[in-house]
C-alpha cells in the first residue's frame, strides 16, 4: 500500500494532530463564566452521546478523509501495453489559388471542413498538420488529440496564404523527415492540385521515401478567379483575369504511390470512405510499446469510513432543553 500524494497526507495530519490535541486537553471554561442553574438549562439531554465519544468518532471522520485525499493504491507493477493505430501526416494547401470561390465560402474554408471530417474518420491514429505553398512548415505535431488538431486547423486563415509558386518537393523533402521513423508513411493531401510539372520532383521523393500518397482535392474543373487580399480578381500579364481549375494530376500521382484520392463533396461520407480505405489496406497496425504502471484505487474505502462516521458524529449532538416562560418572567 502507498499513496499517491504522499505529501498532502503529511501536511494536513499535522495541523490535524495540534487541533486534536488542543481540542481534547482544553477544559471547560464556561463553568467560569455562568451560573451552574443556568448551565443546568444549558446542558444536553441525557439522551445524547458523551461528548469524548463524539469527539473520537468526528476526529477519526476526518483522519479517514485526510488519508482518502492522499490516495492510497495497491502497486502492481509495470505491464507492456502495445498502442495501435497509424500515423499520417496531414498537409493544407494555402497557396493563392486557395482564395477561389468555385466552392462556398471558398477553397481554403472548404479543404479545413474536409480536415475536420477526417480526423473524426481516423479516431484512435496519430495525425500531424502541415502547411504548405513555396513554402512548407508543420502546423500540429504528431497526436492523437483531435479536437487540439481541429483547433489549430481552424485556426488558418486568409492571412496564411502565399502567393508564391507550390514547392511540392519542399513539402515531399518535409514530409520524409517527419515519417522517416513511421511505418507505414502516410501522407495526406487537401489541395486544389498541381500541373505535372509541378509535381515531378515531388514523385521521385516520395518514391524514394516509401510514402504513400493520398489526396482529397478541392475546387471545379470549370475553375474560378484568383483573388488578391482584398478579395479583388487579379489578372495574368495579358491583363485577362486569371482563372484556377481543380488539377487532378495530383490523384494520378497519389494513385501511382501505392495510395488513393478524392474529390471532395459536401457532407462528411467522403471523408469516412478515405478513413476506412486507409485503415482496410494497413489495418492494424502498431505504434509500438508503451510501459503502463498498474495500479488499484482504494481512496474509496477511508472516504465511506469517513463520511459514514462524520454522519455518526453529528447526528449524535445534543438537542438543547427548552425552557418555559411564565408571565412573571423566565423561570
Do not use: C
Not at 474509496?300 to 469510513?305: G, I, T
Amino acid at each position: 500500500m502507498e499513496f499517491v500524494y504522499p505529501y498532502l497526507f503529511w501536511i494536513m495530519i499535522v495541523p490535524f494532530i495540534l487541533f486534536a490535541v488542543l481540542v481534547s486537553t482544553n477544559k471547560e471554561r464556561l463553568s467560569r463564566i455562568f451560573d451552574e442553574k443556568v448551565l443546568e438549562r444549558l446542558s444536553a439531554g441525557d439522551e445524547s452521546m458523551p461528548q469524548r465519544m463524539r469527539n473520537i468518532i468526528l476526529f477519526t471522520a476526518i483522519f479517514f478523509m485526510i488519508v482518502a485525499m492522499a490516495r492510497p493504491v495497491v502497486d502492481e507493477g509495470e505491464k507492456r501495453v502495445e498502442v495501435q493505430g497509424l500515423t499520417v501526416l496531414s498537409a493544407l494547401d494555402i497557396s493563392g489559388s486557395m482564395r477561389s470561390k468555385d466552392i462556398y465560402p471558398n477553397r481554403l474554408e472548404f479543404a479545413k471542413k474536409k480536415m475536420d471530417a477526417f480526423f473524426d474518420a481516423m479516431p484512435s491514429d496519430e495525425i500531424g498538420v502541415a502547411a504548405f505553398a513555396y513554402s512548407s512548415f508543420v502546423l500540429a505535431p504528431f497526436t492523437s488529440d483531435k479536437d487540439t488538431l481541429k483547433m489549430i486547423v481552424d485556426g488558418v486563415d486568409d492571412s496564411y496564404i502565399n502567393f508564391g509558386s507550390t514547392d511540392f518537393s519542399v513539402l515531399g523533402e518535409l514530409a520524409a523527415n517527419l515519417l522517416e521513423e513511421k511505418k507505414p508513411k502516410i501522407l495526406v493531401l487537401f489541395t486544389d492540385g498541381g500541373d505535372e510539372k509541378a509535381i515531378a520532383g515531388f514523385s521521385d521523393i516520395l518514391k524514394s521515401n516509401s510514402i504513400d500518397l493520398y489526396v482529397v482535392l478541392v475546387g471545379t474543373k470549370k475553375g474560378a478567379p484568383v483573388l488578391d487580399a482584398q478579395g479583388k480578381p487579379m489578372r495574368g500579364k495579358d491583363g485577362n483575369i486569371a482563372i484556377t481549375q481543380r488539377n487532378d494530376a495530383l490523384g494520378e500521382l497519389a494513385k501511382a504511390n501505392g495510395g488513393a484520392y478524392v474529390i471532395a463533396g459536401n457532407g462528411d461520407a467522403d471523408m469516412k470512405q478515405l478513413g476506412d480505405v486507409i485503415h482496410a489496406k494497413y489495418k492494424v497496425h502498431s505504434q509500438g510499446e508503451v510501459n503502463i504502471r498498474q495500479r488499484t484505487e482504494y481512496f474509496y474505502v477511508p472516504l465511506a469510513l469517513g463520511l459514514l462516521l462524520l454522519l455518526i458524529g453529528l447526528s449524535s449532538f445534543p438537542q438543547f432543553q427548552s425552557t418555559r416562560r411564565a408571565k412573571g418572567g423566565v423561570k
